[in-house]
């Protein structure tokens, strides 16, 4: 690829990128609105603008708060058309408010101190990838925040995108629906997306280290579990109380210690434990479970179930409501039906000249779900590490190859 698009893409994906994680926009799992922060219209509002801004048609910032905008296929491309997809929140475990970004340029491979995290350093050892980018020039938060590369610089790189082709008439591509959901990070990204504003294929710009591809994540439920227990004054207690508080502890305890997040990698899945609240009368268990097998999950349920029936038996009285939510699927039961998705994915990468990646995603996507609604949906490395912390980091020249990725994705999708 010509030096002046790369350099325009580079350009542009930087730009943009500091431009867009100023904008506070972390979304609240409590919330009841949707989308769940104000912060999330603020970007959606200047994204329509910089999409009208770009010749795209039909641009839209819907209720919901979702951006869609459509790019009319270049003459003489015949493809299907093709969504990229970002979204527009950031994790809620750490604040998105008044990130700075701190640059450092020429890298020298040396441990990195932020000036927000005090004394501590975050060294080669915790994020062993700084190694892979020495000499290079390294976007940090300072320490205090998130830096919202997930999933700003997907944004920032679908936009450099668009300004290349706006650029650049000779870059082929088919028609482009843009799409930027809202609460993706609090799994409610596809809830209210409109299904005729999205092309026949997808790619999310979402994956972490650059050259990732991601076509397979977990199969993901969440588990409610509602103890009902009975209170009655402790003085007076005895073969009377149940207390599901107690109880609820127990039943805890009882899972698999060794199937947790904290104890699994690669392609083991696990019980989480992510709120237990609760008193003597009910208590609340909230758990997810993952793996990338679904009869693995199927098991777990089993094991939640018959569990739940031996302490009914051990506490008479006691009564446990057992409720299974189906968050998401493992994408690869689709996308192995569709392995064009995938190897255009691959061989775009490969051209951009960044090793390919394949790791299945320990997560999921909003392209997991466009998958299952007709879509098949890869993820592409948006090019970010320790995401949802705040020593995230990316180095500039992820946000310059996966912008050139979507380029050139798109020149391949013409082919014949
Ligand atoms: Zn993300």
Not at 217 to 230: S, T
Not at 235 to 259: H, T
Request: hydrophobic share 40%; charged share 25%; proline share 4%.
């Amino acid at each position: 690829m010509n030096k002046k698009i790369t350099a325009l893409l580079r350009e542009q994906a930087t730009k943009r990128f500091l431009e867009y994680v100023r904008i506070d926009t972390q979304s609240d799992p409590e919330s009841k609105m949707s989308p769940s922060s104000e912060g999330q219209w603020v970007l959606g509002r200047i994204l329509r603008e910089e999409l009208i801004e770009l010749g795209l048609e039909d641009v839209e910032l819907d209720a919901h708060c979702y951006v869609y905008a459509t790019l009319p296929g270049r003459a003489g491309c015949v493809g299907p058309p093709i969504t990229f997809c970002a979204h527009l929140d950031t994790s809620s475990s750490e604040s998105g408010a008044n990130v700075r970004p701190v640059i450092i340029r020429n890298y020298d491979g040396g441990d990195i101190r932020l000036p927000g995290s005090g004394k501590k350093h975050l060294t080669t050892a915790e994020s062993r990838e700084l190694l892979q980018f020495v000499g290079e020039t390294l976007i940090f938060s300072d320490g205090r925040t998130l830096l919202g590369a997930d999933d700003k610089a997907g944004i920032a790189e679908i936009m450099a995108a668009l300004a290349a082709f706006k650029a650049f008439s000779e870059l082929p591509h088919p028609e482009l629906k843009i799409v930027f959901t809202p609460d993706e990070e609090i799994g409610a990204g596809t809830d209210f997306i409109q299904m005729n504003r999205v092309g026949k294929y997808g790619y999310t710009m979402d994956g972490g280290m650059m050259g990732e591809i991601e076509a397979e994540c977990f199969d993901a439920w969440g588990m409610d579990l509602l103890f009902k227990g009975r209170n009655i004054h402790p003085g007076y207690a005895k073969d009377q109380m149940i207390n599901a508080a107690s109880i609820a502890a127990r039943f805890v305890a009882a899972l698999p210690e060794w199937e947790t997040p904290e104890h699994t990698e690669g392609r083991a899945g696990f019980y989480h434990v992510t709120r237990i609240e609760g008193a003597e009368n009910s208590a609340m268990v909230k758990l997810i479970i993952r793996d990338f097998d679904k009869s693995a999950n199927q098991r777990r349920m089993d094991y939640l179930k018959n569990l739940a029936q031996l302490f009914e038996r051990r506490y008479g009285g006691l009564e446990i409501n057992i409720n299974a939510k189906d968050q998401y699927k493992n994408m690869n039961e689709v996308l192995h039906r569709h392995p064009e998705a995938v190897d255009k994915a691959r061989r775009a990468i490969a051209l951009a000249d960044v090793a390919v990646r394949e790791n299945p995603i320990r997560g999921g996507t909003d392209g997991a779900r466009l998958c299952f609604m007709g879509v098949p949906t890869p993820n592409i490395f948006a090019g970010a590490m320790r995401v949802h912390s705040k020593t995230e980091w990316i180095p500039e020249v992820a946000l310059e190859k996966a912008s050139e990725v979507v380029v050139r994705l798109c020149a391949l999708w013409c082919e014949v």
